[in-house]
C-alpha cells in the first residue's frame, strides 16, 4: 500500500498505459490500425488514463475509502489557504450587484429612459441639482429622434423621472467597478491570489470595463435615426444583444468562481457511488446551459425590437402554429434579428427545448445514484424552468406590459442562477482525486 500510494505513484500520460503491459504506447498512438484495443481503453489513455469508477465497484468498496494527505484541496491552487470563504464571499457579492445591474438594465429599457442621457460621463455621475442644470440636460435630450418622434408632450418633470433611471443604472456599474477593482488590487498586494485565480479576476475586471464601452456604443446608436425594422427610436438591437450578453457572461463567472470558493471540494461533497451519475449529469447539464443561453440571446432581440407586443395569443400565433412571413426580410440572414415573426417563433421555440431537455434531465436523474444536493437542485431547476415559461405565457398574453416584462426578465436571470449552481454541484472532480480513487479501486481487487 506505502508503493501505491507513496511518492513514487506512476503518473499516466497520454500514451501511457496502466502498467499492465498489455498494450505499448506505440499501439496506443496507432490506434486507427489496431482494431482490437478496446475503444475505453483508448477513450481512457487519452484522458491521462483516469476512469470513473461504475457505481457497483464504489459501492462495494466504499466503506473501506479514506482520503489521506496527498489528496488535497483543488482550490488551494487558486487562493491562498484560509482565505477561501473571503474572497469566495466577495465575488458572489459582486455577482449579486451585476445581477441587480441586468435588471436594472432591462427595467430602463422598458421604460425608455436609456436614451435620456446624452453625454458618457464615466467620472463625473453627479445629478442636476439646479433647474439650470436640468434645463440644460432636457434641452440636450430634445435633439435626438426619441424626443422629437416619441416623447414631444413630455414636460420637464416627466424626464426628471427617466433621467434618473439611465442615471442610477450608470452609477450602479461605476459603483461595481469599485467595488470589484479595490478589493482586486489589495487581495492580489497581499499575495492571497494565486496566477489561475489572478488571471481570472484580471480578465472579468478588463470584461467589465469593456462592457461600460459597448454601453455606451450601445446607447449612441438610439440617437440616430430609427432603422426601418424599428417601430419607434431605440438601441441598435444588435448593440444591445451584446450588450446583454456580455453581462450575462460576467455574472456567470462571478458567480462560478465564487461558488468553487465557497462549496466543498467534489472530493468531500460525494461519495464514490455518485461519482459515476455526476459525470452523466454533467454533460446534460452542459447541454442545458446551451438551451438557456440560446433563450437569453432570443430573448435579447425580442426585447430590442418589441416582438412581445405582437402575436399576443398562445399556444398559437394568431391562430398559426406557423406564422406566415418568417423569412419575409431579405437577405433571409436578417431575419433573425430583424423580423418580429420569426424573433418571436424562434424564442418560443427555444423554451419548448429548454422545457424538454429539463424533462429529460429530471427523468435521467431518478435511475442514477446522486448526492441530495444534486437531486434538490435538479428539481430546483426544473420548478424556474417550469415558471419561467409559465412568466412568459402571461406576459405574452397581457402584450407585454413594463412591469411583468420586467418580472420576466428578473426570473430569467434567476433561472440561469439556477441552472449554473446545478451544473456546478455536477463540476468534475480534481483529476488528483480521480487518479487517487482510480488506484484505490485497482489496489482493492488485488487484495
Known amino acids: 500500500m506505502i508503493g501505491l500510494f507513496g511518492k513514487n505513484i506512476l503518473k499516466f500520460g497520454r500514451v501511457q498505459a496502466l502498467n499492465t503491459g498489455k498494450y505499448s504506447a506505440l499501439s496506443l498512438m496507432n490506434t486507427s490500425l489496431n482494431k482490437n484495443i478496446p475503444r475505453n481503453y483508448i477513450r481512457m489513455t487519452k484522458q491521462d488514463a483516469v476512469q470513473i469508477p461504475s457505481v457497483e465497484e464504489a459501492t462495494k468498496y466504499q466503506q473501506d475509502f479514506k482520503l489521506d ?3 488535497t484541496n483543488p482550490v488551494h491552487d487558486l487562493v491562498k489557504p484560509g482565505k477561501e470563504k473571503l474572497i469566495g464571499s466577495w465575488l458572489l457579492l459582486t455577482a449579486a450587484g451585476v445581477f441587480g445591474m441586468i435588471v436594472l438594465g432591462g427595467y ?3 421604460t425608455q429612459s436609456g436614451l435620456s442621457m446624452t453625454k458618457w460621463k464615466p467620472i463625473d455621475h453627479k445629478l442636476p441639482s439646479t433647474q439650470e442644470e436640468w434645463e440644460k440636460e432636457f434641452d440636450n435630450y430634445k435633439k435626438y429622434p426619441e424626443y422629437q418622434l416619441v416623447n414631444k408632450n413630455m414636460d420637464l418633470n ?3 423621472k ?8 450608470r452609477l450602479w456599474g461605476s459603483s461595481l467597478g469599485i467595488l470589484f477593482g479595490v478589493p482586486l488590487l489589495g487581495f492580489a498586494a497581499l499575495g492571497w ?14 470584461l467589465g470595463g469593456l462592457q461600460g464601452l459597448i454601453g455606451w456604443w450601445m446607447v449612441k446608436s438610439g440617437f440616430e435615426q430609427k432603422p426601418d425594422y424599428q417601430t419607434k427610436p431605440r438601441v441598435s438591437v444588435y448593440r444591445l444583444f451584446t450588450h446583454l450578453n456580455m453581462a450575462i457572461v460576467l455574472y456567470g463567472a462571478l458567480l462560478w468562481n465564487g461558488l468553487t470558493l465557497i462549496r466543498k471540494p467534489q472530493q468531500q461533497a460525494l461519495q464514490l457511488s455518485h461519482l459515476a451519475g455526476t459525470k452523466t449529469m454533467r454533460g446534460l447539464g452542459i447541454g442545458l446551459l446551451h438551451f438557456v443561453a440560446l433563450n437569453i440571446m432570443s430573448g435579447a432581440i425580442v426585447a430590442g425590437i418589441d416582438a412581445g407586443k405582437g402575436f399576443n395569443t398562445w399556444p398559437d400565433m394568431n391562430g398559426q402554429m406557423i406564422p406566415d412571413g418568417l ?10 434579428f430583424e423580423n418580429r415573426v420569426l424573433v418571436q417563433f424562434n424564442h418560443r421555440n427555444c423554451a419548448y427545448l429548454t422545457a424538454s431537455w429539463t424533462g429529460y434531465m429530471l427523468y435521467k436523474s431518478l435511475s442514477l445514484n446522486l448526492a441530495k444536493h444534486q437531486r434538490f437542485q435538479i428539481g430546483l431547476l426544473s420548478f424556474f424552468i417550469l ?3 409559465a412568466s412568459g405565457i402571461t406576459v405574452l398574453l397581457h402584450g407585454a406590459p413594463p412591469k411583468e416584462s420586467s418580472g420576466h ?3 430569467a436571470l434567476m433561472t440561469v442562477t439556477v441552472a449554473l449552481l446545478t451544473c456546478h454541484s455536477f463540476r468534475k472532480p480534481s483529476k488528483q482525486y480521480l487518479n487517487y480513487v482510480q488506484k484505490f479501486i485497482q489496489s482493492q481487487k488485488t487484495i
Open 193 to 206: 491570489l494565486k496566477k489561475p485565480m489572478f488571471f481570472r479576476l484580471t480578465a472579468m475586471l478588463g
Open 162 to 169: 427617466i433621467f434618473f433611471v439611465e442615471w442610477a443604472h
Open 327 to 336: 423569412m419575409k426580410r431579405d437577405p433571409w440572414y436578417l431575419n433573425f
Open 69 to 71: 494527505e496527498t489528496v
Open 158 to 160: 416627466g424626464f426628471k
Open 409 to 411: 426578465q428578473a426570473t
Open 108 to 110: 430602463t429599457r422598458l
Open 387 to 389: 415558471y419561467q415559461i
